[in-house]
């Protein structure tokens, strides 16, 4: 699972590159999308994992496996205007 993590987050930092380096706003808004869904996975992947191991280990999002998580709101990352 470790190796997926490092997938997700890879991909999550090469779509806000892209958007980062992106002229149009409607791709860069969609890049941002897409980063978001990448560091979800990577939140359902860390949850499910908590739950696989101890049952009152908490995640890295502070809840126990118990407590299901709602689709965090991911602040957007500021970008210049062009």
């Known amino acids: 699972m470790n190796n997926d993590l490092?997938?997700?987050?890879?991909?999550?930092?090469?779509?806000?590159?892209?958007?980062?380096?992106?002229?149009?706003?409607?791709?860069?808004?969609?890049?941002?999308?897409l980063a978001q869904a990448y560091e979800f996975k990577m939140l359902l992947l860390k949850q499910l994992?908590?739950?696989?191991?101890?049952?009152g280990a908490k995640t890295s999002t502070g809840h126990t496996a118990e407590q299901?998580?709602?689709?965090p709101a991911i602040p957007l990352m500021p970008l210049p205007a062009v």
């Open 6 to 33: 490092v997938y997700l987050n890879k991909r999550a930092q090469e779509e806000r590159r892209a958007a980062h380096n992106c002229v149009h706003s409607t791709v860069r808004e969609v890049h941002l999308e």
């Open 49 to 55: 994992d908590a739950r696989s191991g101890d049952p």
């Open 68 to 71: 299901p998580i709602a689709s």
